[in-house]
């Protein structure tokens, strides 16, 4: 696995001055870079709102960080019992809660259908009949207190007659047919509400178009992009005007960090959602359009050195989801010219890295890096140290940190 350039990554030095009272392992969060980032993405975004992915920040106050800036409104959040704990907290910006997937937590939903605050906030995900009728056997919904609904679109581009499917595997909703009957439905079902559509293109929003050292899988990348954003644009305006045709919807969104300006242009879509672009992780540099400024980092400790021009840190083996491979691993950062050595990888407890780099290193060094994916690094840390210009101004707990177990 080659070394990263040390390109974008100017801010390391000063902030591994800021922090060199703390003591490794420890995460990094700074702030002048998540503005930055934030200011970009309500840039890219033509005016309308973005809504904050939650899970791609995992962290209450950075959440609120983020809705107080100028262009944002409203969280995605990842799952009902997470959009009740942040309805609590009031850490949500303010703004309505939609969770982004469909839930079957029985408990959670009794307390939303029983609190007329949580039910006029929070928004819950469907995508079929079958779920309508879940959340009727373990809600009980009320038409005095409806529950809130977001009805997703399924928006993966299939091609030869669907022989070839490209995109996430989510709704059954696929048609603008289909949305809507299940618009029809819902409308038919005392004690809900349809208030918004969703649809994510992930596809599109979630593949980098410019992997590094593969220029060919770029270009095919780019061409599969550009014909599956020309279909969705047509099929979602339909879908979206079939819903309307039963229900005032109080937005649609779409997009993600990778394709807002993208989706943005699309006159049926009213909202769009991001929150990796916020921290910047490595996958975003494997995009043209937009790459983000490294906002998040992680430290650990070199704490063996078994030869030359190898160090090794403890941990490190804080791998990403997704297809097993090597852009899933952690980025080494800073010091530059770091890498793994192919048949060890990140271990989980000790990860030893290679280059000249190494050489220049002691018992008790730091080295910089940065997770594949973004709100995942907070599932190792109880907090994130907040540096501003050349200083720590603060910290402020993970979910994890605060006993929230996110699944």
Not at 25 to 49: E, M, Q, Y
Not at 74 to 83: H, I, Q
Not at 285 to 303: K, Q
Request: charged share 20%.
């Amino acid at each position: 696995m080659n070394a990263p350039t040390a390109s974008g990554l100017t801010a390391l030095p000063g902030l591994a001055r800021a922090t060199a009272a703390l003591e490794p392992p420890f995460a990094v969060v700074d702030l002048a870079a998540f503005r930055a980032n934030a200011d970009a993405l309500t840039r890219r975004a033509l005016g309308k709102p973005v809504r904050v992915a939650s899970k791609s920040l995992r962290c209450a106050g950075l959440l609120n960080e983020a809705g107080r800036q100028p262009g944002f409104r409203g969280v995605l959040a990842y799952t009902l019992a997470e959009a009740l704990w942040l309805a609590g907290k009031d850490e949500a910006g303010g703004g309505d809660i939609v969770v982004a997937y469909p839930t079957a937590d029985r408990s959670a939903l009794r307390r939303l259908a029983g609190e007329e605050h949580l039910a006029r906030r929070v928004t819950l995900m469907v995508d079929s009949v079958e779920h309508l009728e879940f959340l009727r056997s373990a809600a009980a919904p009320v038409p005095e207190r409806p529950l809130r609904l977001c009805l997703e679109l399924d928006v993966s581009l299939r091609l030869f007659g669907g022989r070839v499917h490209i995109g996430a595997r989510r709704s059954p909703v696929r048609s603008p047919a289909d949305a809507l009957a299940l618009a029809r439905a819902v409308a038919a079902r005392p004690g809900f509400r349809l208030a918004g559509m969703m649809a994510y293109e992930s596809q599109i929003a979630g593949i980098g178009d410019a992997p590094p050292g593969a220029p060919l899988r770029g270009l095919a990348v780019r061409a599969m992009q550009r014909r599956s954003a020309a279909e969705l644009a047509g099929r979602r305006a339909a879908a979206v005007a079939a819903v309307r045709s039963v229900v005032d919807l109080e937005f649609v969104n779409g997009g993600g960090t990778g394709s807002v300006e993208r989706t943005a242009a699309e006159p049926a879509v009213t909202e769009i959602a991001a929150g990796s672009g916020l921290y910047g992780p490595v996958l975003f540099d494997a995009y043209r359009g937009f790459r983000p400024r490294p906002a998040v980092y992680f430290v650990l400790p070199v704490v063996r050195r078994p030869g030359r021009a190898v160090a090794t840190v403890l941990g490190g083996g804080w791998v990403a989801s997704g297809v097993p491979g090597w852009d899933r691993l952690p980025r080494p950062a800073f010091p530059a010219g770091l890498s793994y050595r192919s048949l060890e990888g990140a271990g989980e407890v000790q990860t030893p890295l290679t280059g000249r780099a190494a050489d220049g290193l002691g018992i008790g060094d730091r080295v910089w890096f940065r997770h594949a994916k973004a709100g995942e690094l907070a599932e190792h840390v109880n907090v994130f140290h907040l540096v501003a210009g050349d200083r720590v101004v603060g910290e402020m707990p993970t979910y994890r940190g605060e006993g929230f177990a996110f699944l």
